[in-house]
DNA sequence: CGCATTTTTGAAGCGGATCAATTAAAGTGG
DNA sequence: CCACTTTAATTGATCCGCTTCAAAAATGCG
């Protein structure tokens, strides 16, 4: 866990159109809120489930997953965490946490600890609506996840996922024209879809004999978009811009 | 539709622990906001998908669910709504919805349209704070189903929606001791569930045979809470109180 | 009461899970 | 840098939970 100051003023992902811009007085209260970056190895834990009062973060550089683990030791995977997304939430709002975090390649994250959110609601109450908003717009995705899962076949939900990611990618002008970076394996898709890690396999190869996408070295490949469109019925992401603290 | 005028300070609902206490101001900015009291037939429509800039409501008495439909027709149920939810909020917040609500009994509705959701940020800004909290409350009971839905089986499928509805009407004080009002047919929990209705049908003659619980004639009776518990490895709800407008 | 909708029950089929054995890839240490 | 170990990915065989189809029974409603 390395230490490195990287100023707001410097940030490289608040120039991005994806994101919301901002005033002189508001940009001066995110660096008073912001007290620490830190730097964590890919597969260490972020947040844990059950820990109590944590911070909150954005995610600066790297991915790492949201996930619940049950019970019988099976896990599913909520939501992929890419740069811009806050960590932490659920703890800093309620107190507690019933979902961990873990990074999925190596992660830097911006500590925001400084001022809490209640004085920013206070400060800023425009502010307090934009979060609102991030919210329910979450909310929004995550209403159709629980459809695709209650739904859909194997090959319609890995179809969803990756054009999902594809285009949270590009929207923060991080992915190429067909292709973008995917550190999931098959066990992390087999707990995000509800699938076994088995099974995961065989659509996989099924994607790739269809030339439809495939995942290699940690690279998505979407080689016949339309196609996959229509087999999951994508209807695309919400637009941005989004909060970003 | 007919229209009944009841003010906030006869609200049978705000006394009750579950919600959040009041001051004199803050009521009397809620009472500005109310500007409506509708009532709705059983299997109307409150929300329907598409539809841009609704109202935002609080179903202050009867039943209703909140849900998608898919492209090939399937419906996917995302929530049951009980008095003191709130309906619309995707809507008022985001401009459109991508979900619909149907009145599963007859249902009376609160109208908040008199001010906007930016004027209560700006005048009580302790307020905002609530109802992210209350959001976030949402996703993680999102949170459990999309791990619900994943990853466990018919059977703990059915005892977890089952508990999860009677325990919040409990907090509502509106269920008995080992039984509560249950408006929902086998479709219905079909839809809910991700599972197809003759299942449902088996799982739940299944349930009576084992005296776990059984549903009739508009009740939910649950026999034996304890197994239901650890057959959906269950874990309760997030307790109130809870804010209400 | 009679028609429509919902529920139950049975039989057959399928999508995906599980088990098990192999191959490939990624770390690790000498 | 290569052999060794560990972890992840494929592939085949079998099994099971749930779906689908179809018909009968029950329930609700105008």
């Given at each position: 866990m390395r230490e490195v100051a990287i100023p707001c003023t410097e940030c490289w992902l608040r120039p991005r159109p994806y994101f919301r811009p901002f005033s002189e007085s508001e940009l001066s209260f995110i660096m008073l809120m912001k007290n620490g970056h830190i730097t964590l190895a890919a597969k260490s834990h972020v947040i844990e489930i059950g820990q109590v009062g944590g911070s909150l973060f954005t995610l600066y550089e790297g991915w790492a997953i949201r996930y619940k683990e049950l019970p019988d030791k099976s896990r599913q995977i909520l939501d992929v965490l890419l740069p811009g997304d806050f960590i932490g939430m659920e703890s800093h709002v309620l107190g507690s946490t019933e979902h961990s975090v873990r990074a999925l390649t190596e992660v830097s994250l911006c500590v925001l600890r400084g001022r809490r959110l209640t004085q920013l609601f206070e400060g800023y109450p425009e502010w307090g609506l934009s979060l609102l908003k991030w919210l329910v717009e979450g909310q929004r995705r995550?209403?159709?996840?629980?459809?695709?899962?209650?739904?859909l076949d194997a090959a319609q939900r890995m179809g969803f996922l990756f054009l999902e990611i594809f285009d949270r990618l590009k929207q923060r002008e991080m992915a190429g024209n067909n292709s973008c970076p995917f550190p999931l394996g098959r066990q992390h898709l087999a707990d995000y879809l509800g699938l076994s890690?088995?099974?995961?396999s065989r659509v996989l190869s099924d994607f790739a004999a269809r030339d439809l996408a495939h995942v290699s070295q940690g690279t998505l490949y979407i080689s016949n978009r339309a196609k996959l469109v229509d087999i999951a019925g994508y209807q695309g992401t919400t637009p941005g811009p989004r909060v970003l603290l």
């Open positions: 995550d209403d159709n996840w629980r459809a695709i899962l209650g739904r890690r088995v099974h995961v």
